[in-house]
């Protein structure tokens, strides 16, 4: 596990410190807002309850909160996750990589992603495809390479909105509770794996 964690970054943590932040603040206002108003009858013990509430959440919540999140996350990569070699595809933007499950044999995988290209090819070569490009996604940011390939490019993804599709690996996590059965990626998370630098890896 301390070796997964190493390799896959939590990718809520700024996400998770912003709301409970915004959750401490707006509960301080109220309390200072409550102080304000009961000023000259106030029930201290009252304020000094809302107050303590306060800093319970201020130092333990955001340090069990995240850490509880953090926990529930790694145990989903543990138990559904698939790691990826990434390629960038080229269409229909730079963005757009081509993911494969790295568990493949290399004559699956170079099969997988020469089928996947051949099939972006002919869509580039359409002009009424092209005009239509921006539908590729509708559905989620994660298309199987079997639901246009066929079954026998099963552990391929096309996936949207990738930062660098030349470099590293990925982690495609499923969605917790999919809408379509048979489509559990389709919305699912990519998460950008950390390779070790030469040096690491060397030690």
């Known amino acids: 596990m301390d070796e997964v964690k190493r390799a896959v970054e939590y990718p809520y943590v700024i996400r998770v410190f912003v709301t409970m932040m915004a959750v401490g603040a707006v509960y301080l206002l109220m309390v200072i807002a409550y102080a304000v108003v009961t000023r000259g009858h106030q029930n201290m013990v009252v304020f000094t ?26 145990d989903r990569v543990m138990r559904g996750g698939v790691l990826c070699d990434v390629y960038p595809a080229g269409f229909p933007d730079t963005k757009t990589a081509i993911l494969i499950d790295a568990r493949l044999s290399d004559a699956q995988a170079a ?24 539908d590729l996604f509708s559905d989620g940011r994660i298309r199987s390479a079997d639901e246009f390939a066929g079954p026998g490019a099963r552990g391929g993804f096309l996936v949207d909105e990738d930062k660098d599709p030349n470099q590293g690996w990925r982690l495609i996590l499923p969605e917790p509770s999919p809408r379509d059965p048979r489509r559990p990626y389709a919305n ?16």
């Open 49 to 74: 309850v809302l107050a303590a509430v306060w800093f319970v959440f201020l130092f333990g919540g955001t340090k069990i909160m995240p850490a509880m999140l953090m926990r529930r996350f790694y």
């Open 188 to 203: 699912g998370l990519v998460v950008q794996v950390k390779t070790p630098s030469l040096e690491s890896a060397g030690q």
């Open 111 to 134: 099969y997988v992603h020469d089928a996947t290209v051949s099939w972006l090819g002919r869509l580039a070569a359409d002009p009424a495809a092209r005009a239509q490009a921006g």
